[in-house]
């Protein structure tokens, strides 16, 4: 009962949100091209319900393939940062140099070389969700208790040992932040690989009911996306919990 109280405020919010929407576009009348009801968004989700649900799963798919490969990817690199003096010297500060390429403009370059197919999506998202997980992780390796480092060597731990022990465990909660940021982004990739190239997927339903001016499907496409979002970052944060549930308890 006291976690559904803490909860309240925020259900409070969402509905005082909706309810300003849907009253605010009869209250101003705004063209639904521009800003449908809120009713009408939800009616469109239900009229397309079929079709949203074929382009909800190729999304989240792409989402999920990008992310997955991010987190690999992204353990690897932060594991060769930490390791390698060198690698540190080189990898890691281009790594945070290439945060200052825009995102957007890589895009149509994966298009190109992966073409319109799953690939090229997939690629994008890894863009997105990449650098968040590799820094976040190789920072959480650096910030390792020295003295826990110290006395594990004292002990005869060796370097397999250590990094088990020590590195592992130190680097979680940074690594768990920096999942938790690139799953509510990774669907921003996904969509925007659809949009520069795709035939299905929730960009590309969005994309041509923007063409359409179909102001209440667009807005049902990115309610859906905005959910998919959400639901990824309380996923990571329920792995989180789990894993990590036992420091808080501590």
């Keep these: 009962m006291r976690k559904w109280i803490e909860k309240l405020p925020i259900v409070l919010f969402i509905v005082l949100l909706a309810a300003c929407w849907e009253v605010g576009t009869m209250v101003f009348?705004?063209?639904?091209?521009?800003?449908?009801?809120?009713?009408?968004?939800?009616?469109?989700?239900?009229?397309?319900?079929?079709?949203?649900?074929?382009?909800?799963?190729?999304?989240?798919?792409?989402?999920?393939?990008?992310l997955t490969f991010s987190i690999l990817c992204g353990m690897l690199s932060a594991i060769w940062i930490d390791s390698s003096s060198l690698a540190r010297k080189t990898i890691y500060p281009l790594i945070v140099a290439s945060q200052t390429i825009p995102i957007i403009a890589l895009s149509p370059i994966m298009v190109m070389w992966f073409g319109y197919e799953m690939g090229s999506k997939v690629a994008v998202v890894i863009l997105f969700t990449f650098f968040p997980v590799a820094v976040n992780t190789a920072d959480g390796f650096r910030t390792a208790d020295r003295e826990i480092g110290e006395l594990l060597r004292s002990m005869g731990a060796g370097r397999t040992q250590l990094f088990l022990k020590w590195k592992i465990p130190s680097a979680l909660p940074s690594f768990f932040t920096g999942l938790k940021m690139a799953a509510a982004i990774s669907v921003g990739g996904a969509t925007l690989g659809e949009w520069l190239g795709g035939e299905a997927g929730l960009g590309v339903f969005t994309k041509r009911a923007a063409n359409m001016l179909r102001g209440d499907d667009?807005?049902?496409?990115?309610?859906?996306?905005?959910?998919?979002?959400?639901?990824?970052?309380?996923?990571?944060?329920?792995?989180?919990?789990?894993?990590?549930?036992?420091r808080r308890n501590g």
Excluded: C
């Design 218 to 246: 667009v807005f049902a496409g990115v309610l859906l996306l905005s959910l998919m979002g959400v639901a990824l970052f309380v996923a990571a944060q329920f792995i989180e919990r789990l894993m990590l549930g036992h």
């Design 29 to 66: 009348d705004i063209p639904p091209y521009i800003i449908p009801r809120l009713s009408d968004v939800f009616a469109a989700i239900g009229d397309n319900a079929a079709l949203l649900g074929k382009h909800f799963v190729i999304t989240l798919w792409e989402a999920l393939l990008g």
